[in-house]
T-cell receptor, first 116, second 112 residues
Framework: AQTVTQSQPEMSVQEAETVTLSCTYD???????LFWYKQPPSRQMILVIRQEAYKQQNATENRFSVNFQKAAKSFSLKISDSQLGDAAMYFCAYRSRTSGTYKYIFGTGTRLKVLA | DGGITQSPKYLFRKEGQNVTLSCEQN?????MYWYRQDPGQGLRLIYYSQIVNDFQKGDIAEGYSVSREKKESFPLTVTSAQKNPTAFYLCASRNQGHNEQFFGPGTRLTVL
């Protein structure tokens, strides 16, 4: 069975600085999707970024980028120029591309605090 | 506006009572999901449905039931058999052929 691990329960970053959130996963599959979701205090889950495992290029979305290391099964999220609005819980998630597989597996989350 | 609605935002029930959480989407998505979120445990899958009149158990289905009579609706019933029902419940949907899920605002259930 696949697992997703976020080993940092809490992180802090100074406003305008850069922070990296870690995520590792375990799978025997070669084709899958990886996601980072943000959950602000409102508790509304918002997709931040996604990565297809078959793509070697790391995904980027404005100030958010990932470092996808397939062999190491690592999928970290880098937030540049951190803003107060980035303060939230961040969840890493995995989904298989195997036909008929529709389940998403989430990590336990990292709480990011942004210091003014 | 297209989206997913969950109602109510907060729900209180007495122990031993069944309670139904609503989830409606107007995104025309085929798949719908129910998750439970507890502190320090991330999101855990309760049930999911790929098409109308079909659904599958997730990892923690015991004590819960669902129905999918309409494409836009996927209600979750928390039964008295659920040992620890107090939690935050999230509903999500996904369009077939697409990868990401879209989430509703959630319902906080407190059983007294």
């Amino acid at each position: 069975a696949q697992t997703v691990t976020q080993s940092q329960p809490e992180m802090s970053v100074q406003e305008a600085e850069t922070v990296t959130l870690s995520c590792t996963y375990d799978t025997s599959e070669s084709d899958y999707y990886l996601f980072w979701y943000k959950q602000p205090p409102s508790r509304q889950m918002i997709l931040v970024i996604r990565q297809e495992a078959y793509k070697q290029q790391n995904a980027t979305e404005n100030r958010f980028s990932v470092n996808f290391q397939k062999a190491a099964k690592s999928f970290s999220l880098k937030i540049s120029d951190s803003q107060l609005g980035d303060a939230a819980m961040y969840f890493c998630a995995y989904r298989s591309r195997t036909s008929g597989t529709y389940k998403y597996i989430f990590g336990t989350g990292t709480r990011l605090k942004v210091l003014a | 506006d297209g989206g997913i609605t969950q109602s109510p935002k907060y729900l209180f029930r007495k122990e031993g009572q069944n309670v139904t959480l609503s989830c409606e989407q107007n995104l025309n998505h085929d798949a719908m999901y129910w998750y439970r979120q507890d502190p320090g445990q991330g999101l855990r899958l309760i049930y999911y449905s790929q098409i109308v009149n079909d659904f599958q158990k997730g990892d923690i289905a015991e004590g819960y039931s669902v129905s999918r009579e309409k494409k836009e609706s996927f209600p979750l019933t928390v039964t008295s058999a659920q040992k620890n029902p107090t939690a935050f419940y999230l509903c999500a949907s996904r369009n077939q052929g697409h990868n990401e899920q879209f989430f509703g605002p959630g319902t906080r259930l407190t059983v007294l």
